[in-house]
């Protein structure tokens, strides 16, 4: 349900290849072939840029988050609930 509302509010962009459930890394590989072989008939040199953010979700603030998610239209009581999710919550390795 909480999936759901998200997406309806913040869908993801055709492009966006983290977080979702689809084999990304096989897409982009078959993505690049077809950009090589392209290249390669009209006798064009390829432009090819990887762009990695790695740890992005790390690097934005919980509240900015729950604020974008007000902006966007979700429901109060939805926002409250993925606040609990980051409240007091931790994690432990044995």
């Known amino acids: ?22 084999p990304g890394c096989s897409e982009n590989l ?3 072939q077809t950009l090589i072989k392209s290249a390669k008939k009209d006798q064009r040199t390829p432009g090819v840029v990887f762009v990695d953010v790695a740890k992005a979700f790390d690097t934005v603030g919980h509240q900015h988050i729950f604020q974008v998610l007000g902006q966007k239209g979700v429901d109060k ?18």
Not at 4 to 22: E, S, T, V, Y
Not at 77 to 94: A, F, S
């Open 77 to 94: 009581h939805i926002i409250d609930l993925i606040r609990d999710l980051y409240t007091n919550c931790g994690t432990t390795v044995e």
């Open 30 to 32: 078959k993505l690049l």
């Open 1 to 22: 349900i909480l999936s759901a509302r998200l997406r309806k509010a913040c869908p993801i962009n055709k492009h966006q290849r983290g977080f979702i459930a689809a």
